[in-house]
């Protein structure tokens, strides 16, 4: 079985229809691309996917079990690079990583931790509280959160929004690695560059309907992005 498995999953708030019927699997060291204006379904799907939100109809499952962030097992195994809300005003950035670390039962919490800062090029801003930091380096933060912690299936919507084409770069480099590394990877992003870079299939959405899916060569040739 797949490592993430939606099967016909929709969501509805109120009467508006955010996202349609929709399948989706996800093997362990595979990473899908969602691909799609704001508005199109994309970060409902991400919600479901990673447990934070429940569809209206259909099934999401994550190793097997009901993706819901409540159990446990699924919160232990998933992690997910959210929006800036999710930062501590008040703790500084090796302290939101300690945080973040003790709460997963890391080994050697310090060393990780040094390593995860050395990686997202953050030790000089170790000491820097949130409120402090360029949108670049908060978008570091909230990647770098997600590194710290161990993690079966990395959620990421739009990571590369605020980053400079060098951290782009980056960031494509990290995500093959994760790939490497066994990790799946469900993202979402505006940047076809970076879907193509990364991305084994890829699925274009419009008003919550999927208008477009294959690997991503072939659904931004549909689109009329690529010859």
């Not at 400079?164 to 990877?185: N, Q, S, T």
Request: glycine letters at 8%.
């Amino acid at each position: 079985m797949a490592l993430l498995h939606l099967r016909k999953i929709s969501r509805d708030y109120g009467e508006r229809k955010a996202l349609h019927p929709i399948d989706l699997e996800l093997e362990a060291g595979g990473c899908i691309a969602l691909f799609g204006h704001n508005g199109s379904g994309k970060s409902t799907l991400l919600r479901i996917a990673s447990g934070r939100d429940a569809p209206t109809s259909g099934t999401a499952l994550f190793a097997g079990r009901k993706a819901d962030e409540d159990d446990p097992v699924v919160r232990a195994r998933v992690a997910v690079v959210g929006d800036m809300a999710a930062c501590y005003p008040d703790l500084t950035v090796r302290e939101h990583l300690e945080l973040v670390a003790v709460a997963h039962a890391v080994d050697g919490v310090s060393a990780w931790v040094d390593q995860v800062l050395a990686d997202r090029r953050l030790s000089d801003h170790a000491g820097a509280l949130p409120g402090s930091l360029s949108s670049g380096q908060l978008q570091s933060l909230l990647l770098a959160s997600a590194l710290v912690r161990p993690r079966d299936l990395l959620v990421l919507d739009e990571p590369e929004q605020r980053l400079d084409p060098d951290a782009r770069k980056r960031l494509a480099e990290l995500l093959i690695a994760e790939k490497e590394d066994g990790v799946a990877v469900l993202l979402a992003t505006h940047q076809a560059e970076l879907a193509e870079a990364v991305a084994d299939g890829m699925i274009a959405l419009e008003d919550g309907r999927v208008i477009a899916r294959g690997t991503p060569a072939a659904v931004l040739k549909k689109l009329g992005m690529r010859a």
